[in-house]
């Protein structure tokens, strides 16, 4: 018996649409990049993109325990000295609170091109509006 690899031409993909509000990050992010890796189809290839894409709304609605807020650090550096750059979690959801679901979801997809071409396939809003009404995406459930 032979495993099959599939390439991505051969790939059927759906889209999904999460809805962040009351949520965790780590799971919600978890999951998310499992859909979009494609891990739960039966055409799940490693080293292929075929996975779905995906929508987050209300990512301003996100949350963390414990005192992540103010304790998670994130680090932007511009490769300049004294370029170095350092927000809480509070602070980037105050100002582009689709930063965080970004992250954390491409923290746990593959660090090479095959990882940036499959972040391309998640769409953050902060708001519950978003312009992909016409791709007709499915809810996906997600446990808080």
Known sequence: ?????????????????????????????????SVIRGKKKPTYTPNADTGDFVIVVNAEKIEMTGNKWKEKEYVHHSRHFGGMRIA?????RAKRPEELIQAAVQGMLPKRKLGRVQLGHLNVYAGPDHPHQSQNPQALEIKA
Do not use: C, P
Request: no cysteine; proline share 0%; charged share 30%.
């Open 88 to 92: 809480n979690a509070e602070e980037v």
């Open 1 to 33: 018996m032979q495993t099959k690899s599939f390439a991505r031409e051969e790939v059927k993909r759906t889209w999904w649409i999460v809805d962040a509000a009351g949520k965790n990050l780590g799971r919600l992010a978890s999951e998310v990049a």
